[in-house]
């Protein structure tokens, strides 16, 4: 009861409400740490939830100590509030805290009624691994997003003075 993210809900896997899907494409391949990958959308429905899944399968880890290799970040921005990959108060994301370095599959999920444009940012914090074997280099990672009640739309991303979106 204390492992996993829950069972799949195949009703709302078939509901009709708009997603944005990206599954492990050639163009979003992560080879260095560092690299970001951005997705930008407008929420569709407000009386539907907003839920981004960010999943990927990470290279062989370790036998002994830590399993994980490869590290990568989800941050959601929604009007200026900001949101990272599993930092959760009860069923629902919070702004703020810091990000998961050890999941494969992070989350962000916020209630019906959040309306507005949205960022959605993947960030290869840590690539030290092969994360497609037989594919590239020896440094590489794919990954799936989900982004469910958006739809793709162009918005304004406002990077920091003096950061980069690779």
Not at 65 to 82: C, E, K, P, R, S
């Amino acid at each position: 009861p204390a492992q996993g993210m829950g069972a799949v809900n195949l009703g709302r896997a078939f509901d009709g409400v708009p997603r944005i899907l990206c599954d492990q494409r050639e163009e979003d391949l992560f080879t260095a740490s560092g690299q970001t990958r951005v997705f930008t959308g407008r929420i569709v429905q407000t009386n539907e939830p907003l839920r981004v899944t960010l999943a990927w399968t990470d290279a062989p880890g370790s036998t002994t100590g830590n399993a994980f290799n490869n590290d990568l970040d989800l941050t959601v921005q929604v009007g200026t509030n900001l949101y990272l990959g599993n930092v959760f108060s009860g069923a629902s994301s919070v702004a703020g805290g810091s990000a998961d370095a050890r999941n494969n599959v992070e989350n962000v999920l916020l209630p019906a009624g959040v309306t507005g444009d949205i960022v959605v940012t993947v960030t290869a914090a840590n690539i030290n691994s092969d994360g497609v074997p037989n594919h590239g280099g020896s440094l590489d990672q794919d990954f799936a997003l989900v982004i469910y009640n958006a739809t793709n739309t162009t918005v304004p991303v406002i990077v920091p003075t003096g950061a980069a979106l690779l």
